[in-house]
C-alpha cells in the first residue's frame, strides 16, 4: 500500500460532462502529481502541485484543472469530456517540490475513466 | 526532444529464469533514472533510483545498472516468480537550468514481462 488514496476507482460518463477525481497523498508529503495513462500508452504528466501551488505543467488540456488544497489533497477537474479522455488517472506524491533522486514518487491506484 | 525507449515490449519467460530489459533514452541534462514495476490496474512502484554517479543498484532480486555516457540502463530480474508478471517501466527525471526538475518525468513505454510457471 503506497499510502495515496485516489476516488473513485471508477467512473464512468457521458461525453460533454465534467468529473472530478480526487487524491489524498500519504502523510508528510507536500507534493502532489497527476498523470494520465491512455491505452497503450505511456504515462503522460498533466500538473504538479507543492504545498498548494502550482509547480508545473505538462501537456494538460485547458478543459482540465486542478487544485490542492489547504489539507494537501488534491482535486483533478476534468470538463466538456470527449470519447478520448477515457483513461487511467493517476495521482502521485512525494515529500519533496523536486523529482531528484532522493525523492521518490508513491503513485495511487488510479481512477479508470469511460466516458461513452 | 526527450525521450525513453524500451526493449523488448513484451517479454515471456519460464519461472525461475532471469530476465533483463533494457532503456536507452536521449533526456537532457539527466538527472536520474528510475524503474517502476505496475501491476495491471494498479498504480507503478518504484524498484529503483539512480543518480549518474550509480552504476549499479540493487533491490531484493531486481538489479539497475546505468551507463550515464551511453545513455542506457537495463533491469535484470533473477530467479524469476510468477508475481513478477506486470510491466516495467523505466523512467528519466531532467534537471531545469538552476538544478531543478519539477514534474519533467519522462516515462517509457514499458515492458510487460509475463513468467509462466
Same mark, same amino acid.
Given at each position: ?116 | /526532444? ?5 526493449? &523488448?515490449? !513484451? %517479454?515471456? $519467460? ?5 530476465? +533483463? ?15 517502476? /514495476? ?5 498504480? &507503478?512502484? !518504484? %524498484?529503483? $533510483? ?5 552504476? +549499479? ?61
Amino acid at each position: 500500500d503506497s499510502g495515496v488514496t485516489q476516488t473513485p476507482k471508477h467512473l464512468i460518463t457521458a461525453t460533454g460532462q465534467r468529473v472530478t477525481l480526487r487524491c489524498s497523498p500519504r502523510s508528510g508529503d507536500l507534493s502532489v502529481y497527476w498523470y494520465q495513462q491512455s491505452l497503450d500508452q505511456g504515462l503522460q504528466f498533466l500538473i504538479h502541485y507543492y504545498n498548494g501551488e502550482e509547480r508545473a505543467k505538462g501537456n494538460i488540456l485547458e478543459r482540465f484543472s486542478a487544485q490542492q488544497f489547504p489539507d494537501l489533497h488534491s482535486e483533478l477537474n476534468l470538463s466538456s469530456l470527449e470519447l478520448g479522455d477515457s483513461a487511467l488517472y493517476f495521482c502521485a506524491s512525494s515529500v519533496a517540490d523536486r523529482t531528484h533522486y532522493n525523492s521518490p514518487l508513491h503513485f495511487g491506484n488510479g481512477t479508470r475513466l469511460t466516458v461513452t | /526532444k526527450n525521450q525513453v525507449e524500451q526493449s &523488448p515490449q !513484451s %517479454l515471456i $519467460i519460464l519461472e525461475g529464469k532471469n530476465c +533483463t530489459l533494457q532503456c536507452n533514452y536521449t533526456v537532457s541534462p539527466f538527472s536520474n533514472l528510475r524503474w517502476y /514495476k505496475q501491476d495491471t490496474g494498479r498504480g &507503478p512502484v !518504484s %524498484l529503483t $533510483i539512480m543518480t549518474f554517479s550509480e552504476n +549499479t543498484k540493487s533491490n531484493g532480486r531486481y538489479t539497475a545498472t546505468l551507463d550515464a555516457d551511453t545513455k542506457q540502463s537495463s533491469l535484470h530480474i533473477t530467479a524469476s516468480q510468477l508475481s513478477d508478471s506486470a510491466s516495467y517501466i523505466c523512467v528519466v527525471s531532467a534537471e531545469d537550468a538552476g538544478g531543478t526538475s519539477y514534474g519533467k518525468l519522462t516515462f517509457g513505454q514499458g515492458t510487460i514481462l509475463t513468467v509462466h510457471p
